[in-house]
């Protein structure tokens, strides 16, 4: 039916903005449409999604509250089929990311995660630039097979102005598959990440940190200091202290000040901390790849030095 | 329990990753190693054998410099070992990567698991284990941090975003492992000698019945170049007499800086 469009989804609302304004942009270079998929319980309705680019919504009706991956791809198929679009943009999150691949096989095609820069070339076809190597290097990579599906994380681009312009919502029908996996039990998660994207300063602990109680040296420092608390994956996902980690798998932070405490500076951390404006470390192994990451390295034990720097600072705002 | 397949990626050891330090691109050479993920994944079936026996056989699609990753994987305690060739030298994508593989475990019926890690940490791209999944037509479970296998079914924590989720389904399946899921055992002297007396098992494509031009025509990604951007960081090591002194001097240089903001 339709040629040489684009075609964006992904359930977290906010990111499906992004990709519309990213995908605009792709679409008026290719001459095409750009359409994206709703689920019909989801926050965000038709003519919203048309406000803020797409000139189609392929709408999928009620499919229940709890609805299985196995419904997003075949609801994801189902619309490739009705639009052929040329290029697929998908966010980025968790889902996304086990979605993308399996539509990609579907579709025989190829697939780029995590793009973090996308342009179409004079041959229609899709280049990107990714992550790589854990994080520490940047690939440019070219799909050369139709249709391109790439994912995006969120952030990276930003939604269009919303106005009011005309669209159309197509419904489309298909049987929901018998899922092959059960979900027995959801445990939710309490979110907070957001504070450490928009975050001025960030004070984090690393696996120099012995105890959760510990982490009581970090909070006194973020008061003074106004700072939010990150930390490392291991300190999150395996000790469960924090539940929030910054890094290539985690947030991505850009504040002025980012002081890390008791942390080794591992690829995959650095990858989230490089638009930081300055970067202090604080660790006792002289050698600790973190020094080479920062501006500012004090050598030793952050248990002796915490305490002297949240003084110190505290002395500070008290006499000016 | 039947065969537990182990998909195994040949990584760059990122270590020891070097860099050209004008052109800032990432020079040749790097030694190769199993994935990190890939290893949690070996751990894991390794764990699941002794509990509830099966075979462990590790899968990769490289050429020969990949047998370094194999023999490793052999030491840790796989029963055996196959390594997919092109057959055409060329480097492959993910498409071709799962294509090939599907070849393979066809040849490695019947089996009970697939299990890989949820990436591999040199090319990032999360492809594998959904790709096999879905050409297989087998349940797909990602970012596995618990896994516990129960007379034919499967139960599963995966981490999300926003939830942790306790999933179940039936064998055969397909698995990706998160980092948290264990941490992988270190080889004895004695189990590195005997892994040398281990078969490595070669398939190529053509062996598998994938046609060459199947092999080159999947190619869908090219990778144009890798480049390690410069990290402009002052890297000052800031001493004093004292902690307290480091510590002063420090906050100057916060103050100096425009960073600190002290009113
Ligand atoms: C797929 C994948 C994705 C990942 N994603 C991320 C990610 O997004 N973010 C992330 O952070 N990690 C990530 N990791 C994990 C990463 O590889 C490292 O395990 C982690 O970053 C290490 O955390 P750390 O620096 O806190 O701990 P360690 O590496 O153990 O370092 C602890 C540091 O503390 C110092 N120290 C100890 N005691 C003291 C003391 N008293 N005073 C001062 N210093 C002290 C030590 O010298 C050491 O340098 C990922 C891993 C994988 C496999």
């Known amino acids: 039916m339709t040629e040489r469009g684009v075609m964006v989804y992904s359930e977290d609302k906010e990111l499906e903005l992004q990709l519309l304004g990213k995908g605009r942009e792709l679409a008026d270079r290719l001459s095409g449409p750009l359409s994206t998929v709703s689920l019909g319980h989801e926050s965000i309705d038709a003519e919203e999604l048309i406000r803020y680019g797409a000139d189609q919504v392929l709408l999928f009706k009620d499919p229940g509250p709890d609805i299985h991956i196995e419904t997003y791809r075949a609801v994801l198929l189902e619309a490739v089929k009705r639009v052929s679009p040329e290029v697929i943009l998908i966010g980025s999150t968790r889902r996304g990311r086990e979605l993308a691949p399996r539509i990609s096989s579907a579709l025989r095609t190829g697939y780029m995660a995590e793009c973090i820069e996308l342009e179409v070339d004079e041959k229609g076809d899709l280049l990107a630039r990714r992550l790589v190597y854990g994080g520490s290097a940047m690939a440019l990579e070219r799909s050369r097979r139709r249709p391109h599906v790439a994912t995006v994380p969120p952030r990276i681009f930003r939604r269009a102005e919303p106005s009011n312009r005309a669209g159309e919502v197509i419904e489309i029908m298909i049987e929901k598959p018998k899922p092959k996996t059960v979900v027995v039990e959801r445990r939710m998660k309490s979110r907070g990440g957001e504070a450490l994207e928009s975050a001025r300063v960030i004070v984090a602990a690393g696996r120099g940190f012995r105890s959760k109680e510990d982490l009581r040296l970090l909070e006194e420092l973020a008061e003074v200091l106004g700072a939010e608390i990150g930390c490392t994956r291991p300190l999150a996902a395996d000790s469960g202290w924090l539940n929030e980690w910054i890094g290539i798998s985690g947030h991505k932070v850009k504040p002025k000040l980012y002081i890390a405490c008791g942390i080794s500076g591992t690829v995959q951390h650095l990858a989230g901390i490089r638009d930081s404006q300055v970067i202090v470390s604080i660790n006792k192994d002289e050698g600790a790849n973190i020094f080479q990451a920062s501006d500012y390295g004090l050598v030793g034990d952050l248990y002796v030095i915490l305490p002297v720097l949240t003084r110190t600072l505290r002395k500070l705002k008290g006499e000016s | ?263």
């Open chain 2, 1 to 263: 329990m039947n065969r537990l397949i182990v998909l195994l990626k040949d990584a760059v050891d990122l270590s020891e990753l070097k860099v050209d330090p004008t052109t800032r691109r990432i020079l040749e050479g790097p030694k190769r190693r199993i994935g990190e993920l890939d290893k949690r994944a070996l751990e894991e079936a390794l764990r699941i054998r002794e509990k509830v026996g099966g075979e462990v056989c590790t899968l990769t699609v490289g050429d020969d410099r990949s047998k370094t990753a194999l023999l490793e994987a052999l030491a840790m305690g796989a029963d055996k070992a196959y390594l997919v060739t092109t057959g055409t030298g060329a480097w492959v994508d993910a498409l071709t990567t799962s294509i090939l593989l599907r070849a393979a475990v066809g040849r490695l019926t019947p089996f009970d698991l697939i299990l890989c890690g949820e990436m591999s940490l040199d090319s990032l791209s999360s492809q594998i284990g959904p790709r096999l999944a879905e050409l297989l037509d087998l349940p797909l479970i990602t970012y596995v941090k618990q896994l516990v296998i129960d007379s034919g079914r499967l139960r599963a924590v995966r981490d999300l975003e926003d939830a942790d989720e306790v999933v179940q389904a039936e064998l055969p399946a397909v698995v990706t492992v998160s980092r948290e899921i264990n941490e992988p055992r270190i080889p004895s002297l004695m189990s590195i000698m005997r892994a040398k007396t281990k078969p490595i098992i070669t398939f190529d494509a053509a062996s598998l019945d994938v046609p060459p031009e199947m092999v080159l025509e999947a190619q869908s990604i090219e990778i144009i170049g890798v480049e390690v951007p410069q990290v402009e960081r002052k890297r000052v090591i800031v001493k004093g007499e004292t902690i307290e002194e480091s510590v002063e001097k420090l906050v100057h240089h916060l103050i100096s800086e425009g960073v600190l903001e002290v009113r």
